[in-house]
């Protein structure tokens, strides 16, 4: 007989594109400031925020990357999968650093095709070709904080 695997209560709905979204972000950010994901996010369907630890503040020029970057990553189409698995055989990419500590031991890893995986118990597109078109509304940066507030827009 087949155990059903428990995970931690989630306390709020999301907006499946915006919070696929969030994750591209996060990995974007990683990839181009090498800084951690978003410790601080805000994720609703009209708009969004995201706040990460950084040495200065981007320039327009980042500003306007990341927001390219994004969207490049969105108009891949890659798949978007999650799987179940044990604590000590997490991916070594996977950071779990957000976790909280009354975690399950089995935790779910969404992939979004080879550009992310994460520890994750919120809702995704399966596509993100269904996510639409990223964009950044503002930025600001204070006392080694970067805010970057987001939404969505038809089309990608």
Same mark, same amino acid.
Do not use: W
């Given at each position: ?49 995201? #706040? $990460? ?13 990341? /927001?390219?970057?994004?969207?490049? +990553? @969105? ?38 095709? #080879? $550009? ?13 070709? /269904?996510?639409?078109?990223?964009? +950044? @509304? ?19």
């Amino acid at each position: 007989m087949e155990q059903e695997v428990q995970l931690n209560e989630h306390n709020k709905q999301e907006y499946p594109p915006m919070h696929t979204a969030e994750h591209i972000l996060n990995q974007t950010m990683v990839q181009m400031f090498g800084c951690p994901r978003s410790k601080n996010s805000h994720i609703e369907r009209r708009k969004s925020k995201c #706040d $990460y630890q950084l040495g200065k503040a981007p320039t327009n020029d980042d500003i306007v990357a990341i /927001e390219q970057k994004v969207n490049e +990553i @969105i108009g891949l189409h890659l798949p978007v999968s999650s799987f179940f698995t044990n604590r000590n055989d997490i991916p070594p990419e996977v950071d779990l650093s957000k976790l909280p500590e009354d975690a399950s031991e089995t935790l779910r890893i969404v992939k979004i095709g #080879d $550009y992310d995986t994460c520890a994750c118990i919120g809702t995704h597109v399966g596509n993100t070709s /269904e996510i639409g078109k990223f964009k +950044i @509304i503002s930025t600001d940066y204070a006392n080694g904080r970067f805010r970057i507030r987001f939404k969505l827009e038809a089309g990608s």
